[in-house]
């Protein structure tokens, strides 16, 4: 029944074989879908190649870069979605960055800078892409992102990047109501902790993941493919009455007191 054929997918925030989005490409690609990816450039191209080969198998019609503080490419990404495809109906939004210096010490420490730039490519990012996406949508259409607990809760460690998913949490919900009408549904899902580059920035991240392996009712975290499952279903016909909620593939970590 989950069935992505003839679907194109827009899918951002692929930097390694351990990003989260690349578990979605794959179970979106398993689902029939046709993929687009884009990748984070960087002056020596090293990111455009690493991506390129962890991507490759899936054969992706559309291969862009697309730095989301730069509003030249973004436009240019969704003008190559436009060119290519003509119309879109999924937009993986899978993408998150916060200095350091957001990520430990006091929060009141926070600079200007670093929670402007963290704001912005976290959580901004995600209203922006819709902006673009939204025109080429013209079937309805799933937009999907990435958040965490520590938006909703403190979390040691997590910070400023849980301002950032509080916003993005709460974009969520906005973008649903406004493009409910046109049959555009906006979902994030809630993942468990997961060792990958942006994590590792996180400190004690295999503390925290330990912590739920002792904890979660699953007792264990989860994996990129398991969030890519979900993914796949929230884009799918059989979530077409979900919309603007929070998804927690976390191995129920979520629903623990204490
Ligand atoms: N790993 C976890 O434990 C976990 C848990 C819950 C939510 N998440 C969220 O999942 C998403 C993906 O993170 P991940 O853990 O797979 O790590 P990752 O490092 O593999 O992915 C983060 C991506 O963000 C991209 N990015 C950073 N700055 C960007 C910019 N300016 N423009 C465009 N792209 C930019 C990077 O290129 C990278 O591909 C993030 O939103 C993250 O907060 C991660």
């Known amino acids: 029944m989950l069935d992505l054929t003839g679907k194109n997918a ?6 390694n074989n351990r990003s989260i989005a690349w578990g979605i490409a794959q179970q979106l690609h398993k ?26 198998p899936l054969k992706p019609s559309i291969f862009v870069p697309c730095d989301v503080q730069n509003e030249a490419q973004v ?3 969704f003008q190559a979605v436009a060119d290519s495809w003509g119309k879109l109906d999924i937009l993986i939004h899978c993408l998150a ?12 420490a926070v600079s200007r800078e670093a929670f402007t730039q963290s704001l912005e490519i976290s959580t901004f990012s995600l209203a ?59 979902n994030a899902i809630s993942a468990g902790p997961i060792r990958t580059l942006a994590s590792s920035a996180v400190g004690g991240i295999l503390d925290m993941i330990h912590h739920v392996e002792e904890i979660a009712p699953l007792r264990r975290t ?9 993914a796949a279903f929230l ?6 009455g979900i919309t603007g909620q929070i998804l927690y593939v976390d ?5 623990m007191g204490m």
């Open 10 to 15: 827009l899918v951002t925030g692929i930097a």
């Open 31 to 56: 689902a029939g879908a046709n993929l687009g990816v884009t990748f984070l450039p960087d002056d020596k191209g090293r990111f455009e190649k690493k991506v390129q080969e962890v991507v490759e």
């Open 75 to 77: 436009e240019a990404t």
């Open 97 to 108: 960055f916060a200095d350091k210096s957001g990520l430990t010490g006091d929060f009141s």
């Open 128 to 186: 922006n892409m819709a902006k673009y996406a939204k025109p080429l949508m013209t079937d309805g259409g799933s937009i999907v992102t990435l958040t965490y607990l520590g938006g909703v809760k403190v979390i040691p460690n997590y910070n400023l990047m849980g301002v950032a998913k509080a916003g993005l949490e709460m974009s969520v919900r906005y973008l649903a109501s406004e493009l409910g009408p046109n049959n555009i549904r906006v």
């Open 222 to 230: 989860v994996t990129q493919l398991e969030v890519g499952n979900a």
């Open 235 to 240: 884009c799918s016909d059989l979530a077409s």
């Open 251 to 255: 191995a129920g970590y979520e629903v």
